[in-house]
């Protein structure tokens, strides 16, 4: 079994900043690809930011300049800050993890939870 649990939203104000952390746990061997997601009422999950098992991050146009991805690979786990957050980056927050829990198995999906982020003054 593996889980991924974010943590880390809130509310916070435009132009605030805040830091999501997810943590992957259970029966891991290795993380591929990392990403994080976003829903916001009424409309379609969206990619936010990727990040390869190397480092490597693309984000979403939207969010380019404000937003900024990493992980630590040894704790598995992948951080999103957030920075001059605007009322439309209202979303709940998902992570998502590709990988594998045997040396031999096949790349899975995983989703977190979600965590709730809500911009507003």
């Known amino acids: 079994q593996v889980q991924l649990v974010e943590s880390g939203g809130g509310l916070v104000q435009p132009g605030g900043s805040l830091r999501l952390s997810c943590v992957a746990s259970g029966r891991i061997f290795s993380i591929s690809t990392m990403a994080w997601y976003r829903q916001a009422p009424g409309k379609q999950r969206e990619l936010v930011a990727t990040?390869?098992?190397?480092?490597?991050?693309n984000f979403a146009d939207s969010v380019k300049g404000r937003f900024t991805s990493s992980r630590d690979n040894a704790k598995d786990t992948v951080y999103l800050k957030m920075d001059s957050l605007k009322p439309e980056d209202t979303a709940v927050y998902y992570c998502f993890a590709s990988l594998k829990s045997t040396p031999s198995s096949w790349l899975k999906d995983y989703w977190g939870q979600g965590t709730q982020v809500t911009v507003s003054s």
């Open positions: 990040i390869s098992s190397g480092g490597d991050t």
